[in-house]
């Protein structure tokens, strides 16, 4: 089992390049521009936690399903399919405005429905649960949920739970207290790039790593 140091430090970082820039960063920074910020920071962060959670579970219970030392060749090639995908959209012309472009095409066309789970809201504000629907179904089967996975496998599953609820309080923080102007200033390019560079050097240490029984 990889050390808890080291689970934390891979997760972190990866995290940190994932989310900014991703759709959900625009998402909270918008709603924190429209909403009280108390309640849109909760309900993303809530979000991502519990979706962190869940994919290090899943990553960690992989290995159980599969042997060790077929996850560990999967894992590696996942890091390198993850940092090639990512140094493509980079390197890739245009789309430094389309993540935030969608996203407030999304929130318009979302602000009529002002009625979301009747239920739900007789416990909790509805934009606690707006920002928290919003974040967690963007997140479902993203790359950053799938790298999670990945690395869990790999890794230490409690230093990649602790490092990415790191990671994504950071992040999200940045985006409600930074807002539009923030997140418009982000370039997506050398996030992209320097997301896939990461990705590539955790392949390559993985690669490098004997396979624990």
Do not use: Y
Not at 68 to 77: A, E, G, N
Not at 98 to 120: G, R
């Amino acid at each position: 089992m990889s050390s808890l140091a080291q689970g934390l430090t891979k997760s972190l970082a990866m995290t940190v390049l994932s989310e900014i820039g991703d759709k959900t960063f625009f998402a909270a920074a918008i709603l924190a521009m429209r909403h009280p910020r108390r309640f849109v920071l909760s309900g993303c962060l809530v979000a991502l936690i519990v979706m962190t959670i869940l994919s290090a579970v899943v990553g960690w219970a992989t290995p159980n399903l599969i042997s060790r030392k077929w996850t560990h060749h999967i894992t590696t090639l996942l890091f390198f399919g993850f940092g090639l995908f990512s140094l493509w959209e980079g390197i890739k012309e245009g789309g430094e405005s389309e993540e935030l472009a969608e996203v407030e095409a999304k929130l318009a066309n979302d602000e009529p429905k002002k009625k979301h789970w009747p239920f739900l809201t007789q416990f909790f504000s509805p934009i606690f649960l707006k920002a928290f629907s919003l974040t967690f179904f963007g997140e479902w089967g993203d790359k950053s949920q799938l790298a999670t996975i990945t690395l869990a496998a790999d890794e230490n599953p409690f230093g990649v739970v602790l490092g990415g609820i790191v990671g994504q309080a950071f992040c999200t923080t940045a985006a409600v207290l930074g807002g539009k102007s923030l997140a418009s200033q982000i370039s997506e390019k050398i996030v992209a790039v320097s997301s896939g560079v990461l990705f590539i050097g955790f392949g390559i240490q993985s690669f490098l790593s004997p396979i624990e029984s």
